[in-house]
C-alpha cells in the first residue's frame, strides 16, 4: 500500500497503487458525483437575476451523489467490490438523470457511465493476483 517501508519513492508506490485497482473508473465516479451533486448546491447570477434550484429533486440529487462517491470509496479501497460497486454506479448514474436536474445538466450522468463502465471493464493484473 501507500505507507510500505521500502525503499521505492511516492511515486513509485502511488504507481503501484493504481494499477492493482480501477484508478480511473473510480477518479471518473468521484468527478460524476460532484457534477450531479454541484447544481443544487450552488447560485447562478444571470445579470440580476439569481438563479437557485431550490426544490424537492435538491434531497435526492445529494443522496445520489452522495452513493455515488461511496461506490467511488469502495472501488478505490476494494478492488474485488468492483462489480457491485460498478453496477450501483450505473444504476445511480441512470437515475440521476431524471431525478437530479438531469444528471447534472447531462455531465454528471455521462461521466458516471463512462466511469462505471471503466470500473466494470477492469481486470486484475494476473501476476498481481498469484503473487497475493
Not at 24 to 50: E, T
Not at 95 to 121: C, E, K, R
Amino acid at each position: 500500500m501507500l505507507t510500505s517501508s521500502s525503499n521505492s519513492t511516492r511515486r513509485e508506490r502511488f504507481r503501484r497503487y493504481r494499477r492493482t485497482r480501477p484508478f480511473w473508473g473510480g477518479v471518473q465516479l468521484i468527478a460524476s458525483a460532484a457534477f450531479i451533486v454541484l447544481p443544487p448546491l450552488s447560485s447562478f447570477h444571470v445579470g440580476d437575476v439569481l438563479l437557485s434550484v431550490s426544490t424537492i429533486a435538491g434531497v435526492s440529487t445529494l443522496l445520489l451523489g452522495t452513493l455515488m462517491s461511496l461506490c467511488a470509496f469502495f472501488v478505490l479501497t476494494s478492488p474485488h467490490a468492483r462489480v457491485p460497486g460498478g453496477v450501483v454506479a450505473m444504476i445511480l448514474a441512470l437515475v440521476a438523470l431524471p431525478a437530479a436536474n438531469f444528471g447534472g445538466y447531462l455531465v454528471g450522468t455521462l461521466v458516471g457511465v463512462t466511469g462505471s463502465a471503466a470500473v466494470l471493464a477492469w481486470q486484475p493484473d494476473r501476476t498481481e493476483v498469484s503473487d497475493g
